[in-house]
């Protein structure tokens, strides 16, 4: 699955689409990351835990609308946006969202 | 480029699990773990409370709290107040106890109850005044709260709470909700008021002890418990107890010694008898 | 003792309403979606089939869906575990789902073809975010540019 957020692929041309593809996830994170966080704030630097919390929900997110668009038979999603939202204490909101397309070979 | 329009399939960003079962699940593994912590640090306090000797328990909470070790502000009770110290005094001398200080108050309350807390102190209720008849039945409620104290109880109630407490409001405190707190909040409450059943069986036998060095024999040992068992108010007056207390009828079993049954007991002084106050 | 029983009772209620309207609305969402799939939502910013002879008009759709108490605790229980929070999860989709339809239903009413150049935006209002039995609320809006043919363009205006 080929993923851009061009307007198309380079060098290749589109020949279907099939409309918005969207993935989402919520993530919370455990205590232990939160005690860490409590005394890490104290310090301050880096929360290594809420970066690789944050980045595995963004990956999981990814991975579901590419779900959605291969059960459409696309091979390519164009213009992806990220969008992060905190809906719930503690835990974070990834959503991606594309246009599903099927490109040539 | 042409548009072919296709549904995407349902549950991909959305979970077919049930969320009753994810609640059962969760909140199960909540609770045992709060419970298993709260059992390890009840083991733990009780251990390390040894080590604060009694001056410093003396000094915390009867200079620091001084409504604690204060006499009666009530004229009338204390004539009252200060018998019942004496009684408190002569058991000491039988049971040969030199590491507490003792200090009984006397509390208008109805309920017929007795309380031991920290710093040596004893609290007795008008209620359990009026309940009993002899002074063997009175002497073995201050016996039985004599035990709490040689036993470290009371100050060991304070130090679980105070261990959970800290517990729970640094760790879970960050970033968390409400809920728990308020969970923690009522068990520490319950741990802090309530003194376990083998501590109760324990100040049992220590205060059958007492009276047993101070009068000779142990008849009126279970008064205070039969009283309860069988007035009219039993179910009300026995809640205060029952909470976490070994059941009356055990209690009365393991006090009663049918040897003593011809033993006579000594009767309560008239000025104990108060009248239609409390 | 009182709280924990109005906590109970709270819980008890989220769900079965929340459980019930959720069913509800994914009902009908999934139904709104199969009759408006035949008007695409695409994130590309032109429209190679549609260049000319077409208006480009701003649609949107936005909706505010509320957590019950219910997803709210189990969303807590999860805090303490770590994972997926999927009482949320069903949530925002609807949410998403249904702004999405909302611009499209908006789109389809002046005539459009095609919405290109969506964005979708969330946000999270809440009174007090650690209130005291004050859950937040959910708002998604969704809005792009709607492409509608000239002559249909013209009627309307």
Known sequence: M???????????KIIEHYGLVQGNTIRAKHIGRDIFAGIKNIFGGELRGYTELLSESREEATQRMIEQANSMGANAIVNIRYSTSSVAQGAAELYAYGTAVRVEE | MKYTP??????????????LKELVL???STLAIILGLIYFVIISTDYLVKYIPVSVENEIFNNKFTNFSAPSAI????????????????????????????KVHIIVNQAPNAFAYPGGNIGVTTGLLKLLDSEN???MVLGHEIGHHLARDPIKGIGRGVIIGIFVYTVLGIGSDEWIQGLIGELTMASLM????DQERAADQIGKNLIFQHYGHTRGASEFFEKINSTENKFI??????????STEERILSLKNSMDDNKELKPLPDFLVLDSRS | MIELSIFLLLLVVGYIFGHWGEKKH???IIKRELEMLHVPVVTLKSYPPLTRDVDGVLVSGNVVVSIDHFKKFLASLRNLFGGRVTSYETLLDRARREAILRMKSSAIEKGAEVVINTRIETASISKNSAGNGNVGSVEVVAYGTALIPKSIYKEQN
């Not at chain 2, 296709?6 to 969320?19: D, L, M, V």
């Not at chain 2, 309530?194 to 059943?197: D, E, G, K, V, Y």
């Not at chain 2, 007056?237 to 070994?246: A, C, G, K, Q, R």
């Open chain 1, 2 to 12: 080929i993923l851009t957020n061009l307007e198309n692929v380079p060098d290749r």
């Open chain 2, 6 to 19: 296709k549904q995407a399939p349902e549950g991909i960003n959305t979970s077919t699990e049930h969320p």
């Open chain 2, 26 to 28: 969760l909140l199960g």
């Open chain 2, 75 to 102: 004229q009338e009770l204390q004539k009252q107040e200060e018998y019942l110290n004496d009684l408190v005094e002569s058991l000491q001398v039988a049971g040969e106890i030199e590491s507490h200080k003792f």
């Open chain 2, 137 to 139: 039945g009175l002497a």
């Open chain 2, 194 to 197: 309530s003194f376990s059943r």
């Open chain 2, 237 to 246: 007056d026995s809640i205060n107890y029952l909470n976490s207390h070994p």
């Open chain 3, 26 to 28: 994914f009902r009908s």
